[in-house]
């Protein structure tokens, strides 16, 4: 036999070697690619709407959900970074971005980079987003008019959008169909304090219907009609009440609106309760007396109304512990075991000093029929 010279022995050392980096490439590439199938990482770049918003593992149907625009990509990115490191790193809880418009592909991947949680973006159906049917176009802009230097947002003709959709229609949105709870959350707000339990799973446990952190009083000038709006849904629609009501927080013995209500950019809620037919009959009541634009409903009084209305004390909750500011107002909790699990800035007691927090604690729930005892009482506002 012939001897193997040294240039064919080269040459098939070289083979060998690569062939066994390429084997160690498809290794990696394989089990790669699996990897990524099976993390949270995998997104949905533009889910389709009506593809069902789930949760794996031990997670409830829930979800944080955002109606935010584009240019507020650094606020919400913000704000899911916070969250992630307060809460969600350990439950991945997916997130759900609204907007009226199209994502632009900067805030998908903006908002994709700062989370391992499913991330979900919808567009608001046109029929969701719009002027009310009941009211007319030359009557909302005088009152825009009217109202324009009276009270923040009183000139606003998107903010009025805004506070219609989410007091009657974020809930319906295809990428909420298939969830029982949702945690509403807004760009440039801040979470002081690590929540090292699940909310969600404490409202189920607890049979909480409505969450909270902050509620304070609102402007009379955007809400001149309201209640006397509501004590006509009332009295004509009083099988929806149950049999106890927790109406004495926003309407006093006196049948006078305290205007107290839940700041709903921070709400977190058992969505049977927005789906009910009690629920959606007091917006539609609402929606026809044409409020949301001819004053400046909000939809935290709407909220806060209907909560306090249709559900007893019990089955509301102030989240203390949550320490929580948006523009405006901040909380922070006093009490030792829960403020050790925070860092806030200067001025954050104003739950505290409340006036609707001292009355949330002080009044309870009253009878149906005292309800509409108080209901059918002249306005004495």
Avoid at 316 to 337: L, R, S, T, V
């Amino acid at each position: 036999m012939a001897p193997v010279s040294p240039r064919f022995k080269r040459l098939l050392i070289a083979v060998i070697t690569l062939l066994g980096l390429f084997a160690v490439y498809q290794t990696f590439d394989v089990s790669s690619t699996s990897r990524s199938v099976k993390t949270p990482n995998t997104y949905i770049p533009d889910t389709p709407v009506g593809q069902n918003v789930t949760s794996s593992g031990n997670n409830l149907r829930a979800a944080l959900v955002a109606l935010v625009r584009n240019s507020e990509l650094n606020g919400m990115r913000s704000t899911v970074r916070q969250l992630e490191d307060r809460f969600n790193n350990r439950h991945n809880y997916p997130y759900i971005f609204l907007n009226d418009e199209d994502f632009t592909e900067e805030f998908k991947d903006g908002m994709r980079s700062v989370t391992k949680a499913p991330v979900y973006f919808g567009k608001l159906p046109t029929e969701h987003w719009g002027l009310s049917p009941y009211v007319t176009e030359q009557k909302v802009q005088e009152a825009l008019e009217h109202n324009r230097d009276r009270y923040l947002y009183g000139g606003s003709y998107s903010y009025r959008l805004m506070c219609r959709y989410q007091s009657g229609f974020v809930y319906k949105h295809d990428l909420l169909k298939d969830l029982d709870y949702y945690w509403r959350i807004e760009p440039d707000v801040h979470y002081y304090c690590d929540i090292p339990y699940d909310p969600f799973k404490y409202m189920k446990d607890n049979k909480l219907i409505y969450g909270y952190t902050i509620s304070p009083v609102e402007k009379a000038e955007t809400v001149e009609t309201l209640w006397e709006t509501t004590r006509k849904w009332i009295l004509e629609n009083p099988d929806y009440l149950q049999d106890k009501s927790f109406i004495h927080w926003v309407v006093n013995e006196k049948s006078v609106y305290t205007r107290c209500h839940f700041w709903s950019n921070f709400e977190i809620v058992d969505l049977s309760f927005y789906r009910s037919e009690a629920y959606e009959s007091y917006f539609q009541h609402l929606d026809r007396a044409g409020g949301f634009f001819y004053e400046r409903w909000g939809d935290a009084p709407v909220h806060s109304m209907a909560a306090s209305i249709l559900l007893r004390k019990e089955q509301i909750h102030w989240f203390e512990d949550i320490g929580y500011h948006h523009p405006g107002y901040a909380h922070c909790p006093d009490k030792p075991e829960m403020a050790a699990r925070c860092v806030c800035g200067g001025g954050s007691d104003y739950m505290y000093r409340s006036m609707c927090n001292r009355r949330f604690g002080e009044v309870g729930n009253i009878h149906k029929d005292q309800v509409l005892e108080l209901a059918a009482m002249p306005d004495k506002q």
